[in-house]
């Protein structure tokens, strides 16, 4: 689903490894080069990690040694989940090859991951979003949530609703997965354990919510969420919902507690702002968001911190196309985060890690 905002803008091998394009390489990038004005605030000593293709929704294991990510390849024309070292070296292929996938994360303990995944249901990469619709994203109901060994070996099935399971989290003190699911008709945020087991529902406004990330004391979730109010709004997202698809045109940053209550919105500027983390003190979000760009189609989306009060709104970064899925690592003193500037070809989106600056 995500990497269709990204682009807007399969048999394995003997080894499992994938190899990148090694004709540009970190070692023949500047790093000053990959910085636009005003970045330099709060970004330093940026390494670009991939080099082509779509490679989109990266996030550090607990210790920063790892990252996965979802990318497309030439054998994978649909998303898979790959795994790297922190310098960029070493990309495997952990999921299975077949389908489509999203949304990974890798456990605390470091021994075990999550994704989504269609492949049970077919292991052809189900169709793009129906564009005729306008701007939409697929919920596609062959995702289902699925926890596998760091190598990708022993995968299991967490989740097997008809409707789409996906966006799945680990809390930071391993004990809960945060997911979003359509099983009740409605775009909400569960909990459930590790296992699968003990499901709980959060989340019960009408509108989507989605995308959770918990903070660093486990004890908040962070999360996006779009409220239609009108006749009109509500009749477009019930229509789109029954045939698998939202409209991601406004979505608002809300926190809750863990268990679903005091829930409150951050954000209210009407723009489509997404994949929200916490900083590691607890005190600030970093987000994605069109905010800044006011023409229409709006598909220049930056990356913004803002208090989790909603005070102190704060452009990180300036490039004029897409930055986005933006995570801490454990300590704070990393951000990752997508991108395409510095492409090859227009929509290419890649890794980056920056040294953080506060």
Known sequence: MLTILAAMLVACSDTNTQKQDTSRSQATVD??????????????????????RENAEAYFSYNGDEIIFQATRD?????????????????????TGKGRTTCA???PD??????????????????????????VWALYPGFDIFQADLDGANLV?????????????????????????????????YTMKPDGSDVRRLTDSPGYDGGP??????????????????????????????????????LEIFVMDADGSNRRQITNNGAANF??????????????????DTVAPRRNFDLFMVNDDGSGLERITYNSTFDGFPMFSHDGKKLLFCSNRHNDKPGETNVFMADWID
């Open 31 to 52: 790093t000053m080069s990959l910085l636009f004005s005003s970045e330099g605030r709060h970004l330093a000593n940026v390494r670009q990690l991939t080099f082509g």
């Open 75 to 95: 054998t994978f024309q649909c998303d898979q989940i790959f795994t790297m070292n922190a310098d960029g070296s070493d990309i495997t292929l952990v999921s």
């Open 105 to 107: 994360f890798i456990q």
């Open 110 to 135: 470091g021994k075990k991951i999550i994704y989504s995944s269609t492949h049970l249901s077919s292991h052809d990469c189900p169709p793009p979003a129906d564009m005729s619709k306008g701007y």
């Open 157 to 189: 099935n967490l989740t097997n609703s008809p409707r789409y399971d996906a966006e799945a989290v680990y809390s930071p003190n391993g004990s809960m997965i945060a997911f979003t699911s359509l099983r009740s008709g409605d775009l909400e945020i």
């Open 213 to 250: 990330f918990f903070s660093r004391d486990s004890k908040r979730i962070v999360y996006r969420a779009s409220r239609p109010e009108t006749d009109a709004e509500i009749e477009d997202y019930r229509n789109l919902l029954d045939q698998d698809m939202i409209r991601p045109g406004k």
């Open 275 to 292: 994949a929200p983390y916490f900083h590691p003190d607890g005190k600030r979000i970093i987000f994605c968001s069109n905010l800044a």
